[in-house]
């Protein structure tokens, strides 16, 4: 978890520069969840940023009460216009001391500010990911992003219902490997995934 306020701009910028570079041809290509090809993690990104944007800001209501796995997420034609909106939005809603403290919402649970933080940093690093794989980009996720992802999912590796829900089972990594392929594993991924 994170324990000071942590700016998701550099990790946002990382993001968008992977989606920019996305062609309409590789939107229905496999990503590293079985159940979205490009165009679905997309839309992914796209509610997710929009749910944390409004948690960040205790905007309560529609966006951060939607569980996540309650629709296929998806695109609209205007995707492209509208994902580096979101994306500057949740940065800096995230950026208010204020989005760090008190509870929060978000996919309809409620939780900490400073946990919800650590949420969506996560959120941003692995799908960064999952993205950057499935096109066949180079990937630098943002430093103190992959910190916070890293600690959030060291937490929450010995849940015992965690192949429930969110993540899948620990994928066994090296403890020497980077620590991108250690966060990768902890969110139940394979760090060698191709498509």
């Known amino acids: 978890m994170t324990d000071t306020i942590l700016d998701l701009g550099p990790q946002t910028r990382e993001l968008l520069r992977l989606a920019e570079g996305v062609t309409d041809e590789q939107l229905s290509a496999a990503t590293p969840c079985p159940d979205y090809a490009v165009r679905h993690m997309l839309g992914h990104l796209m509610g997710l940023s929009v749910a944390f944007r409004d948690a960040a800001r205790k905007d309560l209501g529609a966006t951060t009460d939607t569980s996540p796995n309650a629709a296929e997420p998806d695109i609209g ?3 492209r216009a ?15 001391p204020a989005a760090w403290t008190g509870m929060t919402r978000a996919g309809g649970v409620d939780l900490p500010g400073a946990v919800a933080g650590a949420v969506v940093a996560d959120e941003l ?3 960064g990911w999952d993205l950057a794989r499935a096109t066949g980009r180079q990937y630098t996720p943002d ?23 969110a993540f899948g089972p620990v994928v066994p ?23």
């Open 125 to 127: 690093v692995i799908h």
């Open 77 to 79: 034609p205007g995707w």
């Open 143 to 165: 430093p103190a992003a992959l910190q916070a992802s890293y600690g959030f999912l060291r937490a929450a590796a010995d849940n015992s219902d965690r192949g429930n829900g």
């Open 173 to 195: 990594v090296p403890a020497d490997a980077p620590l991108l392929d250690r966060a990768v594993g902890l969110s139940g991924r394979d760090p060698g995934w191709r498509p």
């Open 82 to 96: 509208e994902l580096p909106k979101v994306l500057d939005e949740l940065a800096e809603a995230w950026r208010e």
